[in-house]
């Protein structure tokens, strides 16, 4: 009786089988031909699991992998990475798979598109061509906050100018951008007449630019551009040393200035230029302007000061204390049913600003982060990377909501605390079309219910899957709309001038803690 018994116990405890895996195959296509495209990586991202496959000379490639929803991207040289049908907007987020365990997904067809290019001449307002002058890809978006912004896109290949003042730019993702004349750094034309970045078809003022449509094929030829240089002076710094730390050829110039309220200019530059280690020399158009200036190693402060100066045609002499920067502390805390709450790890944080890379940190077992050496400045902070099954609650600097109004980086230490909650419910749900048909790759939005609409840590976003299904797990409890569109530039949905003409559209849903609710929707067009 006992040996049966512990036989039943045995039993009891086996595992269940692991669940049979998933296989995705399929071809890649030429977008314009509709020809195979062979030597292509295909790349499968499933959460922490990462896949690579290179499509044969039929453009065929194949996965095994766990069931779930899936990520494909794609990386050819001469093509854009692969998007979801009929989207015009760049994109570098693939498209979405979703398969059942054993389920063999076959006939899977993804189409990319030959990338774009173009190439132009630079002239100085004497004919002359300008060397050193770069070409860059700007774009109209919308950031985390929901406000419009001017951006710089990444990804092209070239821009710069060369001796005869032509340059080309190439890999360009198809699609609508405008384009920038950056002038060479830190030149004039002539002394007294600094060279201005230029917007096609020759502005200086981004406001006035003109678009310009990027196909895929060949380069497509600009007109001649001309840059523009006005009257200026130049601000010489002097740069007193109070980090503690010896300036040597291990170093590199830490350069910033802008006039008040424009995002500025960032640059690095050898130790020894500009009169010295511990000088510069940077030429402007007459205004006043916020300089930032110190030294970097290997890419990180080491040191920086400021100064508000005013230039004129005789230029400005100022010296700048360079101390070091600031400490950013964080302490990443689990809001606990009972008591007080507990650290928590693998909590990443990303600190950004205009015209710097952002700064990022990770919480440890104990739930610290800590950034050193942290450019004085107004910064942005998320937290796009949680522990699964977690929300970001709240980051609070002593009484400051630090993510609605964002952080002060000041002083010799600045701190924050970054609470996480673990009472989530999860959304889901399909989106179709006027005749009633799935959408897949339309853009998902879950916008939280007033007063809670400026709470963007608990805005989540989803692309559709190859049936239109979308699925939002980690979500705060809470009244919420659901809204779909084809696609967005940006972080659209948090503008709330756009979303007005939505408010009524939208197909409300309530998520409680640990529930699961269906929340079906019908696709929105932005162009209303």
């Not at 080309?168 to 750094?185: F, H, M, N, S, W």
């Not at 240089?229 to 300036?247: C, D, E, M, P, Y």
């Not at 916008?447 to 190859?466: G, H, I, W």
Request: charged content about 20%; aromatic content about 6%; some cysteine.
């Amino acid at each position: 009786m006992r040996a049966i018994l512990f036989a039943m116990v045995l039993i009891g405890q086996q595992k269940a089988p692991p669940a049979a895996p998933a296989h995705i195959e399929g071809t890649v296509l030429d977008g314009i031909t509709g020809k195979p495209v062979a030597a292509t990586f295909v790349t499968l991202l499933h959460e922490a699991d990462g896949r690579n496959a290179v499509t044969d000379s039929l453009g065929h490639f194949a996965f095994d992998t766990t069931f779930g929803t899936v990520r494909i991207v794609t990386s050819k040289d001469g093509y854009a990475s692969v998007r979801p049908e009929g989207h015009k907007l760049p994109t570098t987020g693939g498209v979405l798979l979703t398969v059942a365990a054993g389920q063999r997904l076959k006939d899977v067809t993804l189409r990319i598109f030959p990338s774009g290019g173009i190439a132009g001449r630079v002239f100085d307002a004497r004919s002359k061509a300008v060397q050193y002058a770069h070409a860059q890809l700007w774009t109209y978006t919308y950031d985390e906050s929901g406000e419009r912004t001017f951006q710089q896109v990444a990804g092209a290949k070239g821009g710069d100018t060369n001796d005869h003042g032509e340059f080309r730019l190439t890999g360009i993702d198809p699609g609508e951008y405008y384009i920038k004349i950056e002038a060479p750094l830190l030149t004039e034309r002539i002394p007294g007449e600094p060279f201005v970045a230029v917007y096609l078809p020759g502005t200086p003022d981004p406001i006035r630019a003109a678009p310009v449509t990027i196909k895929s094929g060949p380069d497509m030829h600009l007109e001649d551009i001309t840059l523009t240089s006005v009257r200026g002076g130049t601000i010489r710094a002097h740069l007193i040393n109070q980090t503690g730390t010896k300036i040597d050829n291990t170093l590199d110039k830490y350069l910033y200035w802008g006039l008040k309220g424009t995002p500025g200019t960032t640059a690095r530059a050898p130790l020894l230029v500009m009169g010295g280690p511990e000088h510069a020399e940077i030429p402007v158009p007459l205004g006043t302007y916020d300089v930032a200036l110190g030294w970097t190693k290997k890419g990180l402060l080491v040191g920086v000061g400021k100064a508000s100066v005013n230039v004129g045609v005789l230029g400005v002499d100022v010296d700048i204390t360079v101390t070091k920067g600031t400490k950013f502390v964080g302490h990443a805390v689990l809001e606990q049913t009972t008591g007080q709450p507990k650290p928590i790890a693998g909590v990443r944080c990303d600190l950004s600003v205009e015209g710097i890379a952002p700064f990022s940190a990770t919480s440890i077992a104990d739930g610290s982060m800590a950034l050193d050496n942290i450019l004085p400045r107004l910064y942005r902070i998320d937290c796009p990377l949680l522990p699964p099954d977690t929300y970001l609650s709240q980051i609070r600097q002593g009484d400051r909501d630090a993510i609605k109004d964002g952080l002060p980086v000041e002083g010799s230490e600045t701190s924050v605390t970054i609470t996480l909650s673990g009472s989530v419910g999860i959304a889901q749900g399909k989106v179709t079309d006027a005749k009633g048909q799935t959408v897949a790759g339309a853009l998902v939005a879950l916008v939280p219910d007033a007063p809670l609409r400026d709470a963007r840590q608990l805005y989540r976003v989803e692309t559709t899957d190859q049936l239109g299904g979308f699925m939002f797990r980690a979500v705060a409890p809470g009244s919420y709309h659901v809204f779909a569109w084809g696609e967005l530039p940006g972080a659209e949905y948090k503008n709330a001038d756009f979303m007005k003409k939505y408010e009524d559209k939208g197909t409300a849903v309530k998520v409680d803690k640990g529930g699961k609710v269906t929340a079906d929707t019908k696709l929105l067009d932005p162009a209303n």
